[in-house]
């Protein structure tokens, strides 16, 4: 069974910086993707940014490009979410997630790819 837990969600004013963090058990060294994803009520789950454990490599949504960066602490088996210039429409409650055993290459920002979730951290963004 995979453990997540996120934190550093908040209330922050437009333009301001958040940087969500997620521990992971150890059973996630078997998970070749962890990522965030986020949700507003009536909607669906989205993809934010998503990294590969094993080489790094990342996925961003267009919409946080050049905005949000994903990485990790692979020793303490974390990972981060950087959220710089916040718009409004950032507010979401946002998700840690991480892929099952299944070795996976790429990891699209697709919710069914993902087979753990945490329990979610609240970023609200006023204007």
């Known amino acids: 069974q995979v453990q997540l837990v996120e934190s550093g969600g908040g209330s922050v004013q437009a333009g301001g910086s958040l940087r969500l963090s997620c521990a992971a058990s150890?059973?996630?060294?078997?998970?070749?993707?962890l990522g965030w994803f986020r949700q507003v009520p009536g909607k669906e789950r989205e993809g934010v940014a998503t990294?590969?454990?094993?080489?790094?490599?990342?996925w961003t949504a267009d919409s946080v490009k050049g905005r949000f960066t994903i990485s990790q602490d692979n020793a303490n088996k974390t990972v981060f979410l950087q959220m710089n210039s916040l718009k409004p429409e950032d507010t979401a409650m946002y998700y840690c997630?991480?892929?099952?055993?299944?070795?996976?290459?790429?990891?699209?920002?697709?919710?069914?790819?993902?087979?753990?979730w945490g329990q979610g951290t609240q970023v609200t963004v006023s204007s």
């Open positions: 997630a991480a892929t099952g055993g299944q070795r996976t290459v790429l990891c699209l920002l697709s919710r069914a790819l993902y087979d753990y």
């Open positions: 150890s059973n996630t060294r078997s998970s070749d993707c």
């Open positions: 990294i590969h454990t094993r080489n790094g490599y990342t």
